[in-house]
């Protein structure tokens, strides 16, 4: 069983459509992220949410809103899609263990967002 | 500001070499965790180790070995033996405590390792 699962897995479209990314996680954890990696492979953390609650909102573009209907799933939604989107997108989880503790993130297997 | 400098972009060895991954950062909690993940052509992130700011002991895992030095706020990786197996992107990344465990890991930029049989 996949621990953190997200679909689709490829995603091929064009400029200005509106697309999402689904991410599920089974195993219990309290915090949710989203991460991109650029071509370059550079990794960098988009949003994260700990039970249900954004906690961190990065330098993203207002067309990227993340959206946590219960901890155990974190979904992307991005509007009016632009070629610099292109990318791919993990989302990754770790259990919160309070006080600043961190522990290792749990990724998903990736989206790779290609924008024609 | 926290930071992770992986100043090896890319290093290419023939199998059975040894080849150590650098790993520099920059804090200014006095409590932190570092990590290391590998990101083979597949695609998917694989965890490799964590480390707390308190625990200078390296680690050895198999081929593995981590070399955690707070006084040059490093955190070098060795494979020893290398194999083709072992070609990947490798990313350092850093954890603060103060960051509350939502704030999740900053990442280096990776340093791509190939090995030619």
């Known amino acids: 069983d996949t621990a953190v699962s997200q679909t689709p897995k490829y995603l091929v479209t064009q400029m200005g459509n509106d697309k999402s990314i689904k991410c599920e996680q089974n195993l219990g954890h309290d915090t949710m992220y989203w991460y991109k990696q650029d071509s370059k492979k550079f990794l960098k953390i988009m949003f994260s949410?700990?039970?249900?609650?954004?906690?961190i909102n990065e330098t993203v573009p207002n067309r990227f809103s993340p959206k946590s209907p219960d901890k155990a799933h974190l979904n992307l939604h991005i509007n009016s899609l632009e070629l610099g989107d292109s990318a791919v997108y993990f989302c990754?989880?770790?259990?919160?263990?309070?006080?600043?503790?961190?522990?290792?993130?749990?990724f998903g297997s990736g989206t790779q967002l290609s924008v024609l | 500001a926290q930071k992770v400098t992986q100043a090896q972009t890319e290093i290419s060895v023939v199998e059975k070499e040894d080849v150590t991954l650098d790993c520099v950062y920059e804090t200014r909690d006095t409590t932190y965790y570092l990590f290391w993940y590998k990101q083979p052509p597949s695609g998917e992130l694989v965890f490799l180790i964590r480390r707390n700011s308190f625990d200078e002991q390296n680690e050895i895992s198999g081929r593995y070995s981590w070399n955690f030095q707070k006084s040059t706020s490093s955190f070098n990786f060795t494979i020893t033996a290398s194999q083709v197996v072992d070609s990947a992107v490798y990313f350092c990344?850093?954890?603060?405590?103060?960051?509350?465990?939502?704030?999740?890991?900053?990442f280096g930029k990776g340093t791509h390792l190939i090995i030619q049989p």
């Open positions: 949410y700990n039970n249900k609650e954004l906690i």
């Open positions: 990344a850093l954890s603060e405590y103060s960051g509350g465990g939502a704030d999740g890991l900053t």
């Open positions: 990754a989880s770790s259990p919160n263990q309070g006080g600043g503790a961190s522990e290792k993130l749990f």
